[in-house]
């Protein structure tokens, strides 16, 4: 696993994103905050994995990423680069074709009408990534090969209704690649598949990871599949990033209470269910009605006065970590 | 242990009547459920989990048959009752949570008054006295009282699936299928449940037969698991024996197909390939296609049968056989 290279530049940064939903009519209508001032840097060949609860703003924090949510504030640079000020079709498919995206459902991804590799062909053609007829069914095999679909010949024939769901989620991968990008954005790239398909598709990202040097932005509700194939995690709660640390790290240490009560609830099958000391009280607070606090407050067993006063900044703990939480405050302090 | 089985399944054989041609959904499974125990049943998608379950509940439609074998409840004959016995099996002595529970709540009565129904359905039981009985229900499953005259969409989905599991309890059964009960849910939420559904099962001491494609969960919450592939049981034992020291390779591999966050992390393997095609299951031992300890001349032709190893396991495969008659 690569560890972020300080001094190098972040292929994709996201610098104070928030993202308002307006609900309802006019008068009668709220504010959904979906995300409040989210920042991190991704890099190639690096996986930083998005986690949360539903609700919590992973897939809108995608969505922006990929342009199809206009961010409400907060900018989005490529290779330092600001991207959000540059408009029209062609900047925005130069952006596109290198941020690419793998949706959950492998099911709803694929066009039933039509072959394997029809949806392997649009990007290749779209990106002009191929000159001429042989060119184009070299690159096909290619990049069908690369993700191990084989025997190449016969998938590409194929139509989604005769594949399973790992091999058309291999496709939507192929399909992503096809437009050589730097990074993926893959919002619960696995969790509608089995057991034994999951890690087939994981073990294959972090293949492509290695060998092509793509960098993964992977969103999922698991943690533990964020710890497999993650580098660094970021932990959202009610559109807040609350703690952001290497993967390992996280799962032995978490710090935030919010990650510290996700940890407690992931099943552990080398013992029963039993009584945990971690309360898992309460449920994700409604976002229209949040207040200045922080929203983890009424349900957290550290939480003190100034919690429901104001969301507490980043404490950077140490090197590439930081938590959002007053009761890491005091350890800024020098010695 | 003399302990008597509340249910007891033998040979039970369910085929889909396909256009092309029988798919053997469920061949020869057999397997007990004691009183107030969690058993867990364990596989990948279309290996027979859910049709044994909604075999078990006679809840199986064309093109499904039961063709052969025998569901004990105590001593009657699941498949021999008629419909009003059935009828009155179905509710006083078994529940079932399916995994979209949560939405099969109707949306124009309020939550009260769904457990009030299946109540008065089944009992004799005045309104004020049934209405009594579902707050004390909703309470037992954690949810607010006040939540008595709620409909279903003023709740979250972790509180439809509790409203779902205080309907399952009204009629005090002694078994509960839950069929993937807290898989829609988020984590936090599943922990809450399964902590609820736990107590509950200490207090009331009923029986479940918990399904799910999770296997860490399956085994924390489960005394005994029984692992199909496609169709059959390829092991059974209690939970952590099996999570600790698979014997089946099929079992192995697949407590080594999902991260953990428990414990050093490892690399993992998975399974290569795909289940097989239940139209034309490969002979011999169904997973030996995938297998990478077959043994030629034997796993491709000689369907392994369920043998007992020790005092509480049993696996189904020929290497394990094997061992067993060399030591």
Same mark, same amino acid.
């Given at each position: 696993?690569?560890?972020?290279?300080?001094?190098?530049?972040?292929?994709?940064?996201?610098?104070?994103?928030?993202?308002?939903?307006?609900?309802?009519?006019?008068?009668?209508?709220?504010?959904?905050?979906?995300?409040?001032?989210?920042?991190?840097?991704?890099?190639?060949?690096?996986?930083?994995?998005?986690?949360?609860?539903?609700?919590?703003?992973?897939?809108?924090?995608?969505?922006?990423?990929?342009?199809?949510?206009?961010?409400?504030?907060?900018?989005?640079?490529?290779?330092?680069?600001?991207?959000?000020?540059?408009?029209?079709?062609?900047?925005?498919?130069?952006?596109?074709?290198?941020?690419?995206?793998?949706?959950?459902?492998?099911?709803?991804?694929?066009?039933?009408?039509?072959?394997?590799?029809?949806?392997?062909?649009?990007?290749?053609?779209?990106?002009?990534?191929?000159?001429?007829?042989?060119?184009?069914?070299?690159?096909?095999?290619?990049?069908?090969?690369?993700?191990?679909?084989?025997?190449?010949?016969?998938?590409?024939?194929?139509?989604?209704?005769?594949?399973?769901?790992?091999?058309?989620?291999?496709?939507?991968?192929?399909?992503?690649?096809?437009?050589?990008?730097?990074?993926?954005?893959?919002?619960?790239?696995?969790?509608?598949?089995?057991?034994?398909?999951?890690?087939?598709?994981?073990?294959?990202?972090?293949?492509?990871?290695?060998?092509?040097?793509?960098?993964?932005?992977?969103?999922?509700?698991?943690?533990?599949?964020?710890?497999?194939?993650?580098?660094?995690?970021?932990?959202?709660?009610?559109?807040?990033?609350?703690?952001?640390?290497?993967?390992?790290?996280?799962?032995?240490?978490?710090?935030?209470?919010?990650?510290?009560?996700?940890?407690?609830?992931?099943?552990?099958?080398?013992?029963?269910?039993?009584?945990?000391?971690?309360?898992?009280?309460?449920?994700?607070?409604?976002?229209?009605?949040?207040?200045?606090?922080?929203?983890?407050?009424?349900?957290?067993?550290?939480?003190?006065?100034?919690?429901?006063?104001?969301?507490?900044?980043?404490?950077?703990?140490?090197?590439?970590?930081?938590?959002?939480?007053?009761?890491?405050?005091?350890?800024?302090?020098?010695? | 242990?003399?302990?008597?089985?509340?249910?007891?399944?033998?040979?039970?054989?369910?085929?889909?009547?396909?256009?092309?041609?029988?798919?053997?959904?469920?061949?020869?499974?057999?397997?007990?459920?004691?009183?107030?125990?969690?058993?867990?049943?364990?596989?990948?998608?279309?290996?027979?989990?859910?049709?044994?379950?909604?075999?078990?509940?006679?809840?199986?439609?064309?093109?499904?048959?039961?063709?052969?074998?025998?569901?004990?409840?105590?001593?009657?004959?699941?498949?021999?009752?008629?419909?009003?016995?059935?009828?009155?099996?179905?509710?006083?002595?078994?529940?079932?949570?399916?995994?979209?529970?949560?939405?099969?709540?109707?949306?124009? +009565?309020?939550?009260?008054?769904?457990? /009030?129904?299946? %109540?008065? #359905?089944?009992?004799?039981?005045?309104?004020?006295? !049934? $209405?009594?009985?579902?707050?004390?229900?909703?309470?037992?499953?954690?949810?607010?009282?006040?939540?008595?005259?709620?409909?279903?969409?003023?709740?979250?989905?972790?509180?439809?699936?509790?409203?779902?599991?205080?309907?399952?309890?009204?009629?005090?059964?002694?078994?509960?299928?839950?069929?993937?009960?807290?898989?829609?849910?988020?984590?936090?939420?599943?922990?809450?449940?399964?902590?609820?559904?736990?107590?509950?099962?200490?207090?009331?001491?009923?029986?479940?037969?918990?399904?799910?494609?999770?296997?860490?969960? +399956?085994?924390?919450?489960?005394?005994? /698991?029984?692992? %199909?592939? #496609?169709?059959?049981?390829?092991?059974?034992?209690? !939970? $952590?024996?099996?999570?600790?020291?698979?014997?089946?390779?099929?079992?192995?591999?697949?407590?080594?197909?999902?991260?953990?966050?428990?414990?050093?992390?490892?690399?993992?393997?998975?399974?290569?390939?795909?289940?097989?095609?239940?139209?034309?299951?490969?002979?011999?031992?169904?997973?030996?296609?995938?297998?990478?300890?077959?043994?030629?001349?034997?796993?491709?032709?000689?369907?392994?049968?369920?043998?007992?190893?020790?005092?509480?396991?049993?696996?189904?495969?020929?290497?394990?056989?094997?061992?067993?008659?060399?030591?």
């Amino acid at each position: 696993m690569s560890q972020p290279r300080k001094n190098k530049q972040p292929v994709l940064e996201a610098r104070n994103l928030s993202k308002d939903f307006h609900t309802g009519g006019a008068f009668t209508g709220g504010v959904v905050k979906a995300v409040q001032g989210a920042s991190f840097k991704l890099f190639r060949g690096h996986v930083v994995a998005l986690v949360g609860e539903s609700g919590s703003g992973k897939s809108t924090i995608v969505r922006m990423l990929a342009r199809l949510h206009e961010p409400t504030a907060g900018e989005i640079f490529y290779n330092g680069e600001a991207v959000l000020s540059q408009r029209g079709r062609r900047a925005l498919l130069r952006y596109r074709s290198r941020v690419q995206m793998v949706f959950q459902d492998p099911f709803g991804s694929l066009n039933p009408v039509h072959r394997a590799s029809h949806a392997v062909q649009r990007p290749l053609k779209i990106y002009n990534k191929a000159s001429g007829r042989q060119d184009l069914r070299d690159k096909l095999e290619e990049l069908f090969a690369l993700v191990s679909l084989t025997p190449v010949g016969e998938f590409i024939e194929k139509y989604p209704h005769q594949l399973s769901g790992g091999q058309r989620q291999r496709i939507a991968i192929a399909r992503a690649l096809a437009a050589d990008p730097e990074v993926i954005l893959a919002d619960e790239p696995v969790s509608m598949l089995d057991v034994s398909i999951r890690l087939g598709i994981l073990n294959l990202m972090a293949r492509l990871r290695d060998e092509q040097g793509i960098g993964f932005l992977y969103v999922t509700h698991d943690l533990a599949s964020a710890r497999y194939f993650a580098d660094e995690i970021l932990v959202m709660y009610a559109g807040f990033i609350v703690e952001q640390a290497p993967a390992e790290e996280l799962i032995s240490d978490p710090k935030h209470p919010y990650t510290q009560m996700l940890l407690a609830a992931v099943p552990d099958p080398t013992r029963g269910l039993k009584t945990e000391d971690i309360e898992l009280e309460g449920e994700i607070p409604d976002l229209t009605s949040l207040g200045g606090g922080c929203p983890f407050a009424p349900r957290c067993q550290h939480a003190m006065d100034i919690c429901n006063e104001a969301m507490p900044t980043e404490t950077t703990l140490e090197d590439g970590r930081w938590v959002r939480c007053y009761l890491y405050e005091d350890e800024l302090a020098p010695a | 242990m003399t302990r008597e089985p509340l249910i007891q399944i033998q040979n039970l054989n369910v085929e889909y009547r396909t256009v092309r041609g029988a798919v053997r959904a469920v061949e020869n499974v057999s397997f007990e459920l004691f009183p107030n125990e969690v058993f867990g049943l364990a596989g990948e998608s279309g290996c027979g989990k859910t049709t044994v379950a909604n075999a078990m509940t006679r809840l199986l439609k064309p093109p499904a048959y039961i063709t052969g074998g025998k569901l004990m409840f105590r001593d009657t004959n699941i498949l021999e009752l008629d419909a009003e016995q059935l009828r009155a099996f179905r509710w006083d002595q078994l529940a079932i949570v399916f995994q979209s529970a949560m939405n099969a709540l109707n949306p124009v +009565l309020t939550i009260g008054n769904q457990i /009030i129904d299946a %109540m008065q #359905a089944h009992q004799a039981i005045a309104y004020a006295e !049934a $209405r009594a009985h579902a707050k004390r229900l909703l309470r037992t499953v954690g949810i607010d009282v006040a939540r008595v005259d709620s409909y279903p969409h003023q709740l979250s989905g972790g509180m439809r699936q509790r409203a779902v599991i205080a309907i399952a309890l009204a009629l005090n059964p002694e078994l509960i299928i839950m069929d993937e009960p807290t898989t829609a849910l988020d984590v936090v939420v599943q922990k809450q449940i399964l902590q609820e559904i736990k107590d509950l099962r200490e207090q009331f001491g009923f029986s479940i037969l918990f399904i799910t494609h999770d296997l860490s969960l +399956l085994v924390e919450i489960s005394d005994r /698991i029984g692992i %199909m592939y #496609a169709g059959k049981f390829v092991e059974a034992g209690p !939970a $952590r024996e099996i999570f600790s020291d698979p014997k089946h390779p099929y079992t192995d591999r697949l407590m080594n197909s999902f991260p953990t966050v428990h414990g050093p992390r490892r690399e993992l393997l998975g399974i290569p390939g795909a289940p097989p095609d239940l139209i034309d299951p490969p002979a011999g031992c169904r997973f030996h296609p995938r297998c990478e300890l077959a043994i030629a001349g034997e796993c491709e032709t000689v369907v392994p049968p369920l043998i007992r190893i020790g005092n509480h396991r049993d696996v189904a495969c020929h290497l394990v056989k094997e061992a067993e008659a060399a030591s």
